[in-house]
């Protein structure tokens, strides 16, 4: 029986006003930007943060590059890559995503903040809060429930279908933080067939679960 985890929003609340490349976005912006992603995960479960993802609702790329004339674009997926105050960063407009076969990268566009986190992964990878003040844990999906429950949760039937690399992630959050399969997350990875998806996304996951 998995153990859950009692979730640290003062932790949370601490690491959104202190993180020192947060609070040069938050200084820069000037439309509503949201953390999304791990970096909620691990900062409600007090583990390290290595990764910052933001969205916003609309075109990332004038506050990007605001903020690092030399950040990378990748038009196709909508998301930002850049250095802010030393730390990388990842800045992505909110989008939906659909996948033309198993295993395909998935075709995108712009979409609401609600649609960002209803394409994602497992419950307790899709929430969100605005990093200015006075903001609330958006969380439609139940993910601190599951934390709570110390269970890993897909968002739907097709997830595994969708992006069958979500199979191994799957365990490698498994053995990070001791959580259990929810019981229909569990049958639906006994089918995942991984022919679809290419060797070196593979073995991108491999690599991350060598690490862990």
Do not use: C
């Not at 076969?101 to 929430?127: H, Q």
């Not at 969100?128 to 968002?155: Q, T, W």
């Amino acid at each position: 029986m998995a153990t859950g985890i009692d979730p640290d929003y003062n932790r949370l609340a601490s690491l959104i006003w202190t993180h020192p490349a947060i609070a040069r976005v938050r200084e820069a912006a000037s439309q509503p930007v949201y953390l999304v992603g791990g970096a909620i995960r691990d900062g409600l479960a007090d583990f390290e943060v290595d990764d910052i993802d933001l969205v916003v609702e609309g075109d990332p790329v004038p506050l990007a590059t605001s903020l690092d004339p030399d950040a990378r674009i990748n038009e196709r997926f909508g998301t930002v890559n850049l250095l802010v105050e030393g730390e990388p960063v990842d800045i992505a407009t909110a989008r939906t995503e659909t996948y033309p076969r198993p295993g395909a990268l998935p075709e995108v566009k712009a979409g609401s903040l609600e649609d960002d986190l209803v394409r994602r992964d497992f419950t307790i990878n899709a929430m969100a809060i605005g990093i200015g003040r006075d903001s609330e844990l958006i969380d439609p999906l139940g993910g601190i429930a599951d934390l709570k429950s110390g269970v890993l949760r897909v968002l739907h039937d097709k997830s595994f279908v969708d992006d069958p690399t979500r199979a191994l992630r799957a365990a490698r959050y498994a053995a990070r933080f001791g959580f259990d399969l929810e019981p229909k997350t569990a049958e639906l990875m006994m089918t995942v067939n991984t022919s679809s998806v290419s060797h070196s996304r593979l073995g991108k996951e491999l690599r991350l679960i060598a690490e862990e």
